[in-house]
């Protein structure tokens, strides 16, 4: 096992939650070289990173796209060599590329779309964690998961000091009193209503926070109308100006971030920030809620028609959308007075 290829071409969260995977195959195999090959947008959360070597970028939606991008990525991985593969990534795509790469030891899920392409085939588990079912692919290796693994993130000097910045800039004078809002994500139907969070940020600042809203470039606008709804100057907005790097180190100083079902969430969890999560289309029962032992979901249970589905959407199947509206500014902010109370109890 000198050379061993980890695949996970989904989102930038599903990354994050193969780290814990990556960090463990090092520890076991400490003197091979572990790559992975992941989309371009999560190629900066593997900076620095001591069990990465290398990072293969495929950019499925656009280079990469169509057979010859699908051809060229399969020439690149099969000479380098790889012994052995490991695919938590369940499309077929994924499978099909370590395939022709002729990787001659290949790990993937039952639930893949590609299973019969695998040489070990792990049974995807429901019910569990997404982190404990990518580390039950480790199984087929003869390593088990003894304690609950977190994932770890690496940012630079420069990142720390790129976030010191922005708080000096904006003027925070408590950086210990922040709460980090991270309101976006790609779908729709796991967006809970800006004019909301707009409401919960002023409740915020009544109890003496400041509030930075933290998102990529796709989110400028969504904060930018949060923080103007706001009315206050105890709103700051890092939508847009950092990396993820930067943007969890950011995270790792708030006193709790409250997200969406998103990749915030989980770098959130990566840096040990307690996070309150609110899940609307979606269920925690997935296994990709916020991984913390004291984190809180914030979800309106009892709906037959929740989940409508994995990902979520762009609409309500039924018109409704019942699964966030039920859920209220009271609500949340209790949930996070809550969250305040068990972090102070450990503390203790």
């Not at 999560?42 to 051809?71: T, Y």
């Not at 000479?79 to 001659?104: D, E, G």
């Not at 695998?118 to 079912?133: A, C, L, P, T, W």
């Not at 933290?214 to 009315?231: H, M, S």
């Amino acid at each position: 096992m000198d050379k061993i290829l980890v695949v996970q071409t989904a989102f930038v969260g599903d990354v994050l939650l193969t780290l814990p995977l990556v960090q463990s195959l090092k520890s076991a195999y400490p003197s091979s070289q572990i790559d992975m090959l992941i989309v371009p947008r999560a190629a900066e959360l593997l900076e620095n990173n001591p069990s990465v070597h290398q990072v293969l970028v495929f950019d499925k939606r656009g280079r990469d796209s169509g057979l010859q991008g699908f051809l060229r990525t399969v020439k690149y991985i099969r000479n380098q060599k790889y012994q052995c593969a490991i695919v938590p990534h369940r499309s077929m795509r994924s499978a099909a590329l370590v395939t022709f790469a002729r990787i001659p030891k290949r790990i993937g899920f039952s639930k893949s779309a590609g299973w019969f392409l695998f040489h070990d085939v792990i049974r995807y588990e429901n019910s569990i964690h997404e982190i404990d079912r990518n580390m039950q692919l480790l199984g087929a290796l003869g390593i088990q998961q003894s304690v609950r693994a977190y994932p770890q993130l690496y940012p630079s000097k420069g990142d720390s000091e790129i976030v010191d910045q922005f708080i000096l800039a904006k003027g925070i004078h408590d950086p210990k009193m922040m709460i980090g809002i991270a309101p976006g994500t790609i779908w729709n139907t796991k967006r809970w209503f800006a004019e909301r969070y707009s409401e919960l940020a002023s409740k915020l600042i009544e109890d003496g926070f400041s509030v930075v809203l933290i998102g990529g470039k796709e989110d400028e606008v969504l904060c930018k109308d949060i923080q103007v709804a706001t009315g206050s100057g105890q709103v700051y907005n890092a939508a847009g100006k950092l990396t993820l790097l930067q943007s969890a180190e950011l995270i790792r100083r708030c006193r709790m971030l409250i997200s969406n079902d998103s990749a915030p969430m989980h770098l959130a969890v990566a840096v040990r920030t307690p996070v309150v999560a609110i899940f609307g289309a979606t269920i925690p029962e997935f296994g990709f809620s916020p991984y913390g032992k004291h984190d809180i979901v914030v979800e309106t249970k009892g709906l037959s028609c929740r989940p409508c589905s994995i990902h979520g959407g762009e609409t309500c199947p039924i018109k409704t959308f019942d699964c966030m509206k039920n859920i209220t500014v009271k609500n949340v902010h209790r949930q996070v007075h809550e969250l305040i109370n068990r972090k102070n109890t450990i503390e203790q």
